[in-house]
């Protein structure tokens, strides 16, 4: 009886250390794979080529296709899908940059249902300058039965570090043509 009673301690002794070694294995694990760089790689339905987002920042190609797209959702108008696309972007805003943005959208809903007008931008040229992209290309908008007219535009859009819309702007530049 005391045979397998001093057979069980050293069990219970082995186990305990076992135990603790494998406890301290984990946690140095744990603590490698925090320290470690991560760099996740996006390929979303609408991406036309890879993007990442890592801890230094986001990829050349993430902030020219987000840009595209949000211009798309902010150019791209007619009178019937306004309201969608405000919505739609409005989810991926700043709350800094919110008010002014609903406001665009609410004036182009005034100003398209009035008019009949309809746009659609398409991006030539994109200048990366950190989280800010500048954006070249032409607009077209048709006036309903009146025409159209086409004309060279710039718009910069800028990201925060979430990679949330955080500005966009019209560059008012009169040497484009």
């Given at each position: 009886m005391?045979?397998s009673?001093?057979?069980?301690?050293?069990?219970?002794?082995?186990f305990?250390?076992?135990s603790?070694?494998?406890?301290?294995i984990?946690?140095?694990?744990?603590?490698?794979l925090?320290?470690q760089?991560?760099?996740?790689?996006?390929?979303?339905?609408?991406?036309?080529?890879?993007?990442?987002?890592?801890s230094?920042?986001?990829?050349?190609?993430?902030?020219?296709?987000?840009?595209a797209m949000?211009?798309?959702?902010?150019?791209?108008?007619?009178?019937?899908?306004?309201?969608?696309?405000k919505?739609?972007?409005l989810?991926?805003?700043?709350p800094?940059?919110?008010?002014?943005?609903?406001?665009?959208?609410?004036?182009?809903?005034?100003?398209?249902?009035?008019?009949?007008?309809?746009?659609?931008?398409t991006?030539?040229e994109?200048?990366?300058?950190?989280?800010?992209v500048?954006c070249?290309?032409?607009?077209?908008a048709?006036?309903?039965?009146?025409?159209?007219?086409?004309?060279?535009?710039?718009?910069?859009?800028?990201?925060d570090a979430?990679?949330?819309?955080?500005?966009?702007?019209?560059?008012?530049e009169?040497?484009l043509?």
């Open positions: 005391a045979r009673a001093v057979m069980l301690g050293r069990q219970r002794n082995l305990a250390v076992l603790g070694i494998f406890l301290g984990i946690v140095m694990l744990s603590f490698a925090m320290r760089d991560k760099e996740t790689i996006l390929v979303p339905v609408g991406l036309k080529e890879k993007a990442q987002i890592s230094s920042g986001f990829s050349d190609s993430y902030l020219e296709q987000m840009s949000f211009l798309s959702n902010l150019l791209d108008l007619n009178p019937s899908n306004i309201a969608y696309k919505k739609l972007v989810g991926f805003v700043t800094e940059s919110w008010q002014n943005i609903s406001n665009y959208f609410d004036e182009m809903q005034a100003k398209y249902k009035s008019s009949g007008l309809r746009t659609t931008f991006v030539k994109f200048e990366i300058n950190g989280l800010s500048t070249t290309g032409l607009l077209q048709y006036y309903g039965k009146k025409g159209y007219q086409d004309k060279k535009v710039r718009y910069r859009v800028s990201f979430r990679g949330n819309l955080s500005e966009f702007v019209k560059i008012e009169p040497c043509k």
